[in-house]
């Protein structure tokens, strides 16, 4: 089975603090993306990765920067966490493009 | 206008019935499909995967495409209680990105 963790279930963080989230999945896959989930907004890709150092923009980059230096570890970074950034992250993996994204249990994210 | 639009909930079935959920998307050039189950409190979990037109079966499950129509559907044949949850369709482009609707809701009354 694939399983991909998350480092932390839940995160309290100060506003303006650099806030790190990371992803570990361990089937190899080419393909990770990080998303969040709000109510009412349903889930929006921050950003995605189809290779090692390789990263694309989703829907929603701004205030985020990824870093994929290992295949298996995709993190995602907030320069200076804002309240805004309150949300449920989750992060994905696939194989890679046409197939199915297997999610990581989430991090609950509170900026105060 | 969302590029994945899914019916609006929620959607209450009793125990034993089929429950239908339908999704729509805008982009052509889409290449696969999903639905998810999420759970409250949990992270999506995949269902079904779809990716050329017509119907798909798994035990209760039956996944439905119709690419012309830009139309993809999830049946849940003697839906349990269990079956209640968040419904997410996915849709993937070319470049291997997904864009999900909002979910539907579906309770499963005993």
């Known amino acids: 089975d694939v399983k991909v963790t998350q480092s932390s279930r839940y995160l309290v963080k100060r506003t303006g603090e650099k806030v790190f989230l990371e992803c570990v999945q361990d089937m190899d896959h080419e393909n990770m993306f990080w998303y969040r989930q709000d109510p009412g907004l349903g889930l929006r890709l921050i950003y995605f990765?189809?290779?090692?150092?390789?990263?694309e923009k989703g829907d929603i980059p701004e205030g985020y920067s990824v870093s994929r230096e290992k295949k298996e570890r995709f993190s995602l970074i907030l320069e200076s966490a804002s309240t805004n950034q309150t949300s449920m992250y989750l992060c994905?993996?696939?194989?890679?493009?046409?197939?199915?994204?297997?999610f990581g249990p989430g991090t609950r994210l509170t900026v105060t | 206008q969302k590029e994945v639009e899914q019916n609006s909930g929620p959607l209450s079935v009793p125990e034993g019935a089929i429950a239908s959920l339908n999704c729509t998307y805008s982009?052509?050039?889409?290449?696969?499909f999903f639905w998810y189950r999420q759970y409250s409190g949990k992270s999506p979990e995949l269902i079904m995967s779809?990716?050329?037109?017509g119907d798909k079966e798994d035990g209760r499950f039956t996944a439905q495409l119709n690419k012309a129509s830009q139309y993809v559907s999830l049946l849940i044949r003697d839906s349990q209680p269990s079956d209640s949850a968040t419904y997410l369709c996915?849709?993937?482009?070319?470049?291997?990105?997904?864009?999900f609707g909002d979910g539907t809701t579906l309770t499963v009354k005993p």
């Open positions: 982009d052509r050039g889409s290449q696969s």
């Open positions: 779809i990716y050329s037109n």
């Open positions: 990765s189809y290779d090692v150092k390789m990263k």
């Open positions: 996915a849709v993937k482009d070319n470049a291997g990105k997904s864009t």
């Open positions: 994905a993996s696939s194989l890679a493009d046409y197939y199915e994204q297997y």
